[in-house]
């Protein structure tokens, strides 16, 4: 093979690492900005660098009730929505990966449409929804609009591992003298365990942080995000707010590497 | 004698397509029986039909004389070998074997000993607290042999189990097998696309051709006496003479099978036994096998002749020579049309 | 041991496959049935409905009226390409700025630094959409880090031309089209980066070593080989950037100019306004642009790439 000038095939020029890593720089550095501004002194201006830095934020952020409140709330939404999810899309997930059958083309669909259709289009059909019914937006109907896009991210989770199953196990279980119940226990649940673990956490890590739908749900409810969306255009209480951004980055953080770690691709899946 | 097996007029269809077609077959209690066949010719759909993981279309399957066409595969006792071994790997060596007692409630204790009872039969007792994934092919497959017989079935399916390992391993194994089958008892029913493996392990042979069992014999009889082209072919390799040059040769039109080693080399012209037939024809090629080689003959007709010499019987004339090509009246096999 | 009758329900079960499968949907259709489809359904029926000028009251009548009052009025037309313009704008950027990371992931990086890289691109995705429009806002801000950080760079010239500029700029970035711009390119990065990088790592390396051992300079590889291959790719990534940018409401109200976008509009009308047939209306558009989008894609073949 002519080589082109000695080029070795497995190392990027030096432009294309800059260019790579300015890119992933891009994807954090406002982040981390937020993680700065939480400490700073100033409160009244966005001023940059900090004048200072101090935990004194922190202390006030955590003796506002309002604060607790709405993170019972989205806590207490997060995990209904994700229970339910957990079972309905675990359910899908199974008739799914069966094979082929009449209307699987288009039950599929189904499940791509709520994370395809940007969550305004959600958010002002579930509002619809709930004018033409008579039923006032609270705490329930909150869960409801968060469960339908959850249920689509644990089915995705589950029937990505389910597909990857070879279906000899099932036979193999079966043949044994294993009938479906048990065949589900033994066999396919410790398999798909991580996948539901990692679906359930990302399911939830995306519940918490929900603002698009939940503002069309919530009516008088406050979940975590709604606070911080009122806040957002309350210059007064800029540095808790910033307090409660480094917060919530720093819980739904541990969710998804969790989720990230069980579902990384590993060596001995089949066989 | 009740047969083990029987299918009664099974055929399964996918659509339009005839997986199996009316197919009926018996196999007898402690036999070794043999579903050989191409790919795609129905073979295994028929071992899966048997182990009920599929269901007929139409016609009935008996076990033991029971029918037991609509039991789901976890109430019939049938055990399978899969091709890829099936071993599940959030299970040790040993847990998987004792898999079977597990799901009907057996203590563990008495599980665990069933365990090892069975890894001492396929003499992988060492292994019991291993991961499947750290076992070799052939080890995987034993591990699979010993969790199929763990509840002592009445019929062991193989489904094409030597098929991803090598051939010295792949002979050791078909010893073995046809050992354990005879020291335990029960009937075993193989499909494989290897004639080779069939002829040398089972008792009888079932070839099967586009979903039709096209002959049911034993190894002997199929190899000596083909009654198809199709057989004569698959099974051995024989020489399958029809057309014009049957005619040339017997003089009828019948199509008839001449097995490679019965076939003699002589010179063009040369002296032929009492009764023998013969043609001639151009030495397209040798090839060399070690204790055999095969002769290659394009016959004055147009067809390949293929002849199978011991070592040093005839001595190698240069490509191109002419030959000719003799083998006595009584080796031929007429053929029914396919 | 299996109980009796578990047992006779999973015999039961196993051979009626039909049965089995429709129990296994019954609770997920149902639900996504009723309430999303069902909602999709209202949504659509709402906005064949009008406001009666009077009484500022729904009248559940089916009626065009809505429509045509969103597709007679100039200002509507005006909101509805605005956020188109700003759609494909941020697509074609994300795709730019996505490559080099994908194109780096997928070929350069030891499995280390693609677990790395992938971390990377993952955790900025799920962190929380707020505290990302939130930050940028503080980026953005006339004393902010980036004015901070161009000031020290001695660009500050350079950014206040920017501003200038009519459309686009505003009084700071924070309030202007261009610092929309930048944040909705950010917050959609990871969506474009992903499936890019799943397209990119099926293109083998033997491909591109035909290409040069054939002649080709690298420029000619790229346009020749690398690009149609990894269109599959682009156009999964573009339909989540697309779609995102023509429905969101909030980076628009947090961090931009004057002008309304779709997805303000919306949520607008059905708040403050009281219309929720216009709103309805309003939101029927983005469906059908991203309908027509997503089979546009397909025939890209984004689907496959997903």
């Not at chain 1, 497995?10 to 993680?35: C, D, E, M, Y």
């Not at chain 1, 069966?98 to 994370?115: D, H, K, M, Y």
């Not at chain 2, 995987?140 to 098929?163: F, S, T, W, Y």
């Amino acid at each position: 093979m002519r080589s082109k000038g000695g080029r070795d095939w497995n190392a990027a020029s030096f432009g294309q690492k800059v260019a790579a890593f300015a890119g992933l720089a891009f994807l954090h550095l406002p982040v981390w900005v937020i993680v700065i501004y939480a400490f700073t002194t100033e409160d009244r201006t966005y001023q940059f660098p900090p004048p200072g830095l101090t935990l004194h934020w922190f202390s006030v952020a955590f003796a506002r009730e309002d604060i607790w409140a709405a993170l019972r709330m989205s806590l207490s939404v997060a995990s209904v929505a994700t229970a339910m999810a957990l079972v309905l899309g675990t359910l899908a997930a199974f008739a799914l990966a069966q094979g082929r059958f009449r209307g699987r083309e288009a039950i599929t669909l189904l499940f791509v449409l709520p994370i395809a259709l940007p969550g305004i289009i959600t958010g002002i059909a579930l509002l619809s929804a709930f004018k033409l019914g008579g039923i006032q937006p609270g705490y329930w109907t909150i869960v409801t609009g968060h469960a339908t896009f959850c249920i689509v991210i644990v089915h995705n989770n589950v029937i990505a591992r389910l597909r990857r199953l070879p279906q000899s196990w099932i036979e193999a279980s079966m043949d044994l003298g294993a009938d479906g119940f048990q065949t589900f226990r033994y066999v396919l649940l410790p398999q798909i365990a991580t996948a539901l673990l990692a679906g359930g956490m990302l399911a939830f890590a995306l519940s918490f942080d929900e603002i698009i739908v939940t503002l069309f749900t919530a009516g008088h409810e406050k979940t975590l995000p709604i606070w911080f969306f009122n806040e957002l255009f309350r210059p007064r209480e800029r540095p808790i707010t910033n307090v409660v951004a480094v917060s919530v980055v720093l819980i739904t953080m541990i969710p998804i590497l969790l989720a990230y770690w069980l579902t990384r691709p590993r060596e001995f899946e089949s066989k | 004698m009740t047969p083990a097996i029987e299918l009664a007029g099974v055929s399964r269809l996918f659509g339009a397509v005839r997986a199996l077609d009316n197919v009926s077959l018996s196999i007898a209690p402690g036999e070794f029986f043999a579903l050989l066949g191409p790919s795609g010719s129905g073979k295994t759909t028929c071992l899966r039909l048997i182990a009920g993981f599929d269901h007929p279309t139409s016609g009935k399957i008996l076990l033991d004389g029971d029918d037991v066409t609509d039991i789901p595969p976890f109430e019939r006792s049938v055990n399978t070998v899969f091709q890829d071994y099936a071993l599940f790997p959030h299970m040790d060596v040993a847990e998987n074997v004792a898999y079977g007692p597990k799901v009907q409630g057996i203590s563990a204790p008495e599980r665990r000993r069933l365990a090892l009872e069975m890894l001492e039969l396929v003499r992988l007792a060492a292994f019991a607290d291993r991961a499947p994934a750290q076992l070799s092919g052939g080890q995987k497959q034993r591990v699979a042999l010993a969790r199929a017989l763990i509840n002592k079935p009445k019929v062991l399916l193989l489904d094409e189990p030597l098929g991803a390992l090598d051939l010295r391993l792949r002979e050791e194994m078909q010893i073995e097998l046809k050992a354990i089958q005879q020291k335990i008892g029960i009937t075993f029913v193989y499909v494989t696309h290897d004639q080779g493996e069939a002829l040398s392990m089972a008792d009888r042979v079932a070839v099967f051709r586009d979903g039709r069992v096209e002959q049911l014999d034993s190894p002997r009889d199929l190899y000596e006496r083909p009654r198809t082209a199709f057989v004569a072919r698959f099974v051995g390799s024989a020489n399958v003479i029809e057309g014009e040059l049957a005619r040339r040769v017997t003089g009828g039109g019948r199509a008839f099978a001449i097995r490679a080693e019965a076939i003699e080399v002589l010179a063009p012209g040369a002296p032929l036994p009492d009764g023998a037939l013969s043609c001639e024809g151009l030495l397209e090629d040798i090839h060399y096998h070690g204790a055999t080689s095969r002769w290659h003959v394009r016959t004055d007709a147009g067809q390949t002749i293929v002849a199978v010499l011991p070592e040093g019987a005839a001595a190698a004339v240069p490509h191109g020579s002419r030959v000719r090509l003799a083998w006595s009246r009584e080796n031929i096999v007429p053929l029914a049309d396919s | 041991m299996q109980h009796p009758p578990m047992r006779a329900i999973a015999t039961f079960l196993y051979g009626r496959r039909g049965f089995y499968l429709s129990l296994l949907l019954l609770p997920p259709l149902l639900w996504l049935g009723t309430v999303y489809l069902g909602s999709l359904l209202a949504l659509l029926m709402h906005s064949f409905y009008a406001i009666d000028e009077f009484t500022a009251r729904i009248v559940p009548k089916l009626t065009l009226a809505t429509y045509r009052q969103l597709v007679s009025q100039p200002a509507h037309v005006d909101i509805v390409l605005r956020t188109l313009g700003m759609a494909v704008a941020v697509t074609l950027t994300a795709a730019v700025v996505a490559f080099p990371v994908a194109n780096y992931m997928a070929r350069y990086a030891t499995p280390r630094m693609k677990a790395f890289f992938y971390v990377g691109v993952m955790l900025p995705m799920w962190t929380s959409y707020l505290v990302k429009v939130y930050a940028w806002r503080l980026v953005l801000a006339k004393q902010g880090v980036l004015s901070w950080f161009l000031d020290q760079l001695g660009l500050a010239p350079a950014l206040d031309a920017a501003l200038q500029t009519p459309v686009i700029g505003g009084p700071s970035l924070a309030s202007s089209y261009l610092g929309m711009f930048i944040v909705f390119v950010y917050m959609w990065l990871p969506f474009m980066i992903l499936p890019l990088t799943a397209a990119l790592e099926r293109v083998p390396q033997s491909l591109l070593q035909a290409s040069a051992d054939l002649g080709a300079r690298p420029g000619q590889t790229f346009r020749n080989i690398v690009l149609p291959l990894a269109l599959p790719g682009l156009a999964a990534g573009s339909v989540f950037t697309f779609s995102l940018t023509l429905g969101d409401y909030i980076i628009p109200s947090v961090v931009g100019a004057p002008g309304y976008f779709i997805g303000m509009m919306v949520y607008q009308q059905q708040g403050t306004a009281g219309n929720l047939p216009l709103a309805a209306a309003f939101s029927v558009v983005p469906i059908i642009l991203i309908a027509i989008y997503l089979s546009l894609a397909k025939r890209l073949g984004a689907f496959d790439a997903l």
